[in-house]
């Protein structure tokens, strides 16, 4: 089960950032942010793209636990989701996002992805 969630996870992170790295633009889109200049869509393909490659290929790369790489790899990755999910809490106290997504929507995915690693640790 541990490895069928970390891939699940790594694909969600490989998809994200190669999304990121092609379509920097589009993929923040729905955030109503804009990229209208190339330092701008650089940060979002450094960001989304080329953090969401890593950390996906890092998954992956738990896999084979070299070292015993794995637990504190899955254990780094799901404490980031559980921060994210946290910050986006605080951005909930602070100001009202307007509709479900994308706020709502990617909340539910890292706490559900960061919990899930987290139970999935050995």
């Known amino acids: 089960m541990q490895a069928v969630v970390i891939?699940?996870?790594a694909v969600f992170f490989?998809?994200?950032?190669?999304?990121?790295?092609?379509?920097?633009a589009t993929l923040i889109r729905p955030f109503r942010m804009i990229a209208d200049s190339s330092e701008a869509r650089s940060e979002v393909r450094a960001v989304y793209g080329g953090f969401g490659v890593a950390v996906g290929g890092l998954l992956l790369?738990?896999?084979?636990?070299?070292?015993?790489?794995?637990?504190?790899?899955?254990?780094t990755v799901a404490v980031s989701l559980l921060g994210m999910a946290f910050g986006r809490l605080v951005g909930r106290a602070v100001e009202r996002p307007a509709a479900f997504y994308p706020v709502w929507c990617y909340f539910w995915v890292e706490v559900a992805a960061g919990s899930t690693?987290?139970?999935?640790v050995t």
């Open 14 to 24: 490989l998809g994200m950032g190669l999304f990121g790295l092609v379509a920097p």
């Open 7 to 9: 891939v699940v996870v």
């Open 117 to 120: 690693l987290l139970a999935n």
């Open 61 to 75: 790369m738990s896999l084979a636990d070299a070292g015993g790489m794995r637990t504190g790899v899955v254990v």
